[in-house]
């Protein structure tokens, strides 16, 4: 079955730290992976994702992903948190049974606290 | 670019009443659209698949008489919450593939209490 794993309910780095969001996923064939950062009382913000080609991929505010197929991970990175980093951060992975709809399987999300 | 609107962003109503939310996307037409319902401190749950000028497409388990979907145009859907109670309260998000893309970007969501 497909499915996006997301270990961490919750991260916890001090501001200027490095920080790193974890997420495994399980999915027959090439995945396309995807990060969405999610704000109080809003909607989703696209990240940043992976189809294919370089498998360190950057998005925005600095963050990026490595794709690791061995591993079958898909980690978020930033090397110095800031403050307003702190929101909810969610995995998902396009479901290939969706055909041409690319409909997308959410991890749980984990929540990112960012400390001055 | 690729923004997406809903309106209202916040409702209360009252056990019984219908309530309908809309999804647009602002600058980019969007052949599908797809609802999801998210829990306090829960992840997103998809409840369908809304494709311009089709029926919607619901998952297992959603109720489609009770949760309507209209895809009237490539840049509006609209969700109609008939006949609500209050296990109907959550917050609603929609979101908007772009044509021949993979990424869908997200509504600012819909708050809904029913009281």
């Known amino acids: 079955a497909q499915s996006v794993a997301q270990p961490e309910d919750q991260v916890n780095v001090a501001e200027g730290n490095p920080l790193t969001v974890k997420c495994t996923y399980s999915?027959?064939?090439?995945?396309?992976l995807f990060w969405y950062v999610q704000y109080p009382n809003r909607g989703l913000q696209f990240l940043l994702k992976y189809i294919t080609g370089d498998n360190l991929v950057k998005g925005s505010y600095g963050f990026e992903a490595e794709f690791n197929k061995s591993q079958t991970s898909f980690h978020l990175k930033k090397p110095s948190a800031l403050v307003s980093d702190s929101a909810l951060y969610f995995c998902?992975?396009?479901?290939?049974?969706?055909?041409?709809?690319?409909?997308?399987?959410f991890g749980a999300g984990t929540r990112l606290a960012v400390h001055p | 670019g690729a923004v997406v609107s809903q309106h209202p962003s916040w409702v209360i109503c009252k056990s019984g009443t219908s309530v309908k939310i809309e999804c647009r996307s602002l600058?980019?037409?969007?052949?599908?659209m797809f609802w999801y319902r998210q829990f306090p401190k829960q992840s997103l749950m998809l409840m369908a698949t809304s494709n311009e000028g089709s029926k919607a497409t619901y998952e297992q388990g959603v109720e489609k008489d009770k949760f309507l979907i209209n895809h009237a145009s490539l840049t509006l859907s609209t969700l109609t919450v008939t006949s609500a109670h209050p296990e109907d309260s959550s917050f609603y998000i929609c979101?908007?593939?772009?044509?021949?893309?993979?990424?869908?970007?997200f509504g600012p969501g819909t708050r809904l209490t029913v009281t």
């Open positions: 600058d980019f037409q969007a052949t599908t």
């Open positions: 979101s908007a593939r772009v044509t021949a893309s993979y990424e869908q970007y």
């Open positions: 998902a992975v396009r479901d290939v049974k969706s055909g041409g709809y690319n409909k997308l399987i």
């Open positions: 999915v027959s064939g090439n995945p396309y």
